[in-house]
């Protein structure tokens, strides 16, 4: 399984993006990013990542849950109802950014 946390996510989003007047911009995997100090979109649609501390690839290679540190200890929570990924258009571009970024960091 492979891990990254938030600060790598953000470190390969400005390695591989380009730096504009108050925040960077880099496509992965096909879809458009933006990043504000620490704050994560999807470029084009406005909607901020969900947040998180840590992201994982299951032993698969694609990711299905965000990890946060919450309380005690670490929570992993789905993003989206159910088990299974949702059909939505945003989360399917969530889940390609992520997975770009760790099959690939």
């Known amino acids: ?3 990254l946390t ?4 953000i ?3 400005k390695d591989h ?3 504009g007047a108050f ?3 880099a496509t992965i995997n096909g879809v458009k990013v ?3 100090k620490t704050t994560i979109i999807l470029y084009d649609e406005g909607y901020k990542f969900p947040a998180f501390h840590k992201v994982s690839l299951n032993e698969n290679g694609t990711l299905m849950e965000f990890e946060t540190n919450k309380g005690h200890g670490a929570v ?3 993003i989206f109802d159910g ?3 949702a059909y939505s258009e945003i989360a399917d571009k969530y889940f390609k950014v992520m997975e770009g970024i760790l099959n690939n960091a």
């Open 1 to 3: 399984m492979k891990t």
């Open 6 to 9: 938030k600060a790598q996510v």
């Open 11 to 13: 470190k390969y989003i």
């Open 17 to 19: 993006g380009e730096e």
């Open 23 to 25: 925040e960077w911009r």
């Open 34 to 36: 933006g990043l504000c």
């Open 76 to 78: 992993h929570y789905n």
């Open 83 to 85: 088990d299974m990924r």
